[in-house]
């Protein structure tokens, strides 16, 4: 079992659509998580950053945290054609700087 | 915001030669470095991480003499791919340890598409 899975999509959704990523991963140790978004040829960009379990929201995007699951979540709501792009999940432990990344999901906005 | 400037954003090498890679960061001191790895349509495979001053750590299966990373100031850390060959051909980010708050965050550079002919 790989530590982080991803479905990797493609996820095609019409404008103003909710879109909801996932990931799970197997490893406790893991207590900060990210999202990252990457645009074609580009380096990733950080999204949401979130420590253990819970929410945070950052205007139309929302990271949920579910320890207990292993799960954790990202919402956009009002989704638009410029939110195209690979959504990247990754995660670490406490005192391990090293990320641990999800495949990505590549997600299409149509206007 | 961190800002993390990585140069070039593609590069065409001939097999055998050699490929440097920069990664600096601009508005930061970069303390911790990481390079990746990415091949079309997968993640991001970490392929060492180096310290300022300090030798690389490299992930299992890398192997250290054919990337060189060197990380010998604050600022500016390197990436040396020596005698590529066309298995090489990947895309190549770095990213750098920066503060989020009271925690640490990851910058990540733009990428080097490399293609090895």
């Known amino acids: 079992q790989k530590e982080v899975e991803q479905d990797p999509g493609p996820l095609s959704v019409p404008e103003g659509a909710i879109v909801s990523l996932n990931c799970t991963y197997s490893n406790s140790a893991f207590q900060y998580f990210m999202w990252y978004r990457q645009y074609s040829r580009k380096g990733p960009e950080l999204l949401m950053y979130?420590?253990?379990?819970g929410n945070k929201e950052d205007g139309r995007f929302t990271a949920q945290v579910d320890k207990s699951s292993k799960y954790i979540s990202l919402f956009i709501r009002d989704s638009q054609p410029s939110d195209s792009a690979t959504y990247l999940c990754?995660?670490?432990?406490?005192?391990?700087?090293?990320?641990?990344f999800g495949k990505g999901t590549l997600l299409t906005v149509n206007p | 915001g961190a800002v993390v400037s990585q140069h070039p954003s593609r590069v065409i090498c001939k097999s055998g030669t050699s490929v440097k890679i920069e990664c600096r960061s601009l508005?930061?001191?970069?303390?911790?470095m990481f390079w990746y790895r990415q091949f079309p349509k997968q993640s991001l495979m970490l392929m060492a991480t180096?310290?300022?001053?300090?030798?690389?750590?490299?992930e299992q299966g890398v192997e250290k003499d054919k990337f060189l990373i060197n990380h010998a100031s604050l600022t500016l850390s390197t990436l040396t791919v020596t005698s590529a060959h066309p298995e090489d051909s990947s895309f190549y980010i770095c990213?750098?340890?920066?503060?989020?708050?009271?925690?640490?965050?990851?910058?990540f550079g733009s990428g080097t598409r490399l293609t090895v002919v």
């Open positions: 508005d930061f001191q970069a303390t911790t």
């Open positions: 990213s750098a340890k920066t503060a989020v708050g009271s925690n640490y965050g990851y910058t």
């Open positions: 990754a995660m670490r432990g406490g005192s391990n700087y090293k990320l641990t």
């Open positions: 979130t420590y253990s379990s």
């Open positions: 180096s310290n300022e001053g300090s030798k690389a750590t490299y």
